[in-house]
């Protein structure tokens, strides 16, 4: 079953506007990822940050992790319309295992 | 450069029948494989993975196995489908290194049992 949480679980935005989804873990982790998946297709990863980071960028994309708060964000900032897709954070735990969360999906309006 | 495949993309099967879903894995040795299944508008559930020919781990019990016949070869399988076995397969791969590194997701199977 799924351990990770994400929410909202889906959001509205107009495109130049940022795009923020929140994933909150209950267990310790080795890392967190972010993986996006266009409907109907398989999932492709993002971004990776590591227990002991805090923030890390590419491109557009910004992810925090609060190892305190088993929390993290992904931020995309002048989201565009080709950005709408589902957005889900993975937690890969001691036993190098990935566990998803169920998701955020983003509709980016032109 | 690696690539996965995974076919066939997509699957109508009657109640009944059997299942089998073939993922291979191209420019890695060793990987790790693993099936996942994802319901609809949900996330995904894992359901077996494998560090190494003939190594299976399942993580929920159901109505499917699995099978890693060669290293780069990873096959889904079921004797007889239920209609609760509908859903989106997803096959992918990851190496176990440091850096440590995201997985990489075939394209997916969406199976319909009718």
């Known amino acids: 079953s799924q351990q990770g949480e994400e929410d909202p679980q889906a959001l509205s935005i107009q495109e130049g506007e940022n795009a923020t989804m929140n994933c909150s873990y209950k267990?310790?982790?080795?890392?967190l990822q972010w993986y996006r998946q266009n409907s109907g297709r398989g999932l492709v990863h993002l971004i990776l940050?590591?227990?002991?980071?805090r923030e890390k960028h590419s491109g557009r994309l910004r992810v925090t992790l609060d190892t305190s708060k088993k929390s993290s964000s992904l931020l995309i900032t002048a989201s565009r319309a080709a950005d709408t897709a589902s957005y889900f954070c993975?937690?890969?735990?001691?036993?190098?295992?990935?566990?998803f969360g169920g998701g955020t999906r983003l509709m980016v309006k032109p | 450069s690696q690539t996965i495949h995974q076919w066939p993309a997509t699957l109508v099967q009657p109640v009944g029948s059997p299942l089998s879903l073939e993922c291979t894995v191209e420019?890695?040795?060793?990987?790790?494989l693993y099936w996942y299944r994802q319901a609809a508008g949900r996330g995904l559930q894992l359901l077996f993975y494998?560090?190494?020919?003939?190594?299976i781990s399942s993580e929920v019990p159901q109505n499917l196995s699995a099978s890693r016949p060669q290293d780069r070869q990873f096959i889904l399988s079921s004797k007889k489908l239920l209609l609760s076995d509908s859903g989106f397969y997803l096959c992918?791969?990851?190496?176990?290194?440091?850096?440590?590194?995201?997985?990489?997701f075939g394209s997916g199977t969406r199976l319909t049992v009718v």
């Open positions: 992918a791969w990851s190496f176990l290194g440091r850096p440590p590194g995201g997985y990489t």
């Open positions: 267990t310790s982790i080795n890392n």
């Open positions: 940050i590591r227990s002991n980071e």
């Open positions: 993975a937690y890969e735990n001691a036993g190098n295992m990935l566990t």
């Open positions: 420019g890695t040795s060793n990987p790790n």
């Open positions: 494998s560090v190494g020919i003939g190594q």
